[in-house]
């Protein structure tokens, strides 16, 4: 799913028009983005967690060349998924597997 079928399906469940759904996206990206940048962590509990995580410099290679180069230290962006969220994706189906699946 891109933004622009996320904008879709926001306006289809809040009855919301599409211009209107995509200022509440963009409004809800911004300020994820902002707390990031400000706190370095957003918590949605039953969603996860955003939080920002600092890389330490290491050494790499140049893999033209084969030559040693420093690669500085740097912030990266993660998620970590609730327990719920986790839930959720692997929930197995019950009852019994069909016939092509046990084999």
Do not use: C, H
């Not at 409004?27 to 600092?54: C, D, Y």
């Amino acid at each position: 799913m891109n933004k622009k079928e996320l904008t879709n399906a926001i306006a289809e469940r809040t009855g919301l028009s599409k211009f209107e759904s995509r200022k509440v996206l963009n409004a809800v990206i911004e300020i994820i983005t902002e707390e990031m940048v400000r706190n370095g962590r957003l918590l949605l509990i039953g969603f996860g967690t955003f939080s920002v995580k600092q890389k330490a410099a290491r050494k790499g290679m140049n893999p033209s060349t084969f030559a040693p180069i420093d690669i500085p230290a740097k912030k990266i962006a993660s998620f970590k998924p609730s327990i719920y969220l986790n839930f959720l994706l692997n929930r197995k189906k019950r009852g019994r597997k069909k016939k092509e699946e046990r084999e």
